[in-house]
């Protein structure tokens, strides 16, 4: 990646206001709009791609205060009890994008989100699983949730399961092996 390239990778308020332009709309109002037009969604389908872009930008830090605003986390949350797998996979996967930081990490472990993630790991949907053990491991960085509801043995031995799985190809199993090895004292057992 070029030095360029990384540092253009976030966003902040001149860069913003160079790519929205004169005529553009302000990131907190396409955000605001976003979460209006998931509400009122009639198909899954259009559910599906707003809860994917509404993700996307969980991923760079100049959104967080709109996302929060905006409770876009605690939506994210709410799909995760959704039967559709694509609105939990976005859904997990926009947590694991924002969880990297202490604030957003204490809003989803205030609001549900641990065991909504934990109930992800049994997930047949290869992301979704990748996703929430990332999530977890974010989590327990921030220190802002009660490490024995994430580490309990019945988590330990799904997240160890996945340590050695080879379907989801090698940064699958590490991302599994890395929380242990951090944050579950017995990790050597696996």
Do not use: W
Not at 11 to 28: F, I, L, S, V
Not at 161 to 186: E, P, S
Request: charged letters at 25%; glycine letters at 8%; one cysteine or more.
């Amino acid at each position: 990646m070029s030095l360029y390239k990384a540092v253009t990778m976030f966003t902040n308020d001149q860069r913003q206001a160079e790519r929205m332009g004169k005529y553009g709309t302000p990131r907190q109002e396409h955000l605001q709009d976003l979460v209006t037009r998931f509400q009122i969604a009639k198909s899954e389908e259009e559910k599906e791609k707003i809860i994917a872009n509404l993700a996307n930008f969980a991923y760079d830090p100049y959104n967080y205060a709109f996302l929060r605003q905006l409770n876009v986390l605690e939506l994210f949350i709410d799909c995760l009890t959704e039967p559709n797998e694509r609105l939990i996979e976005f859904g997990v996967g926009g947590i694991c994008n924002a969880v990297a930081v202490a604030e957003n990490a204490r809003i989803v472990a205030d609001s549900g989100g641990v065991p909504a993630l934990i109930g992800c790991l049994s997930s047949p949907v290869r992301n979704t699983v990748k996703y929430a053990i990332a999530g977890l491991y974010y989590l327990l960085e921030s220190g802002c949730c009660d490490r024995r509801e994430i580490l309990k043995a019945e988590v330990v031995e799904l997240i160890r399961n996945y340590t050695g799985a080879g379907g989801g190809g090698a940064g699958f199993g590490n991302l599994a092996r890395v929380l242990l090895d951090k944050h579950y004292a017995d990790s050597t057992a696996y």
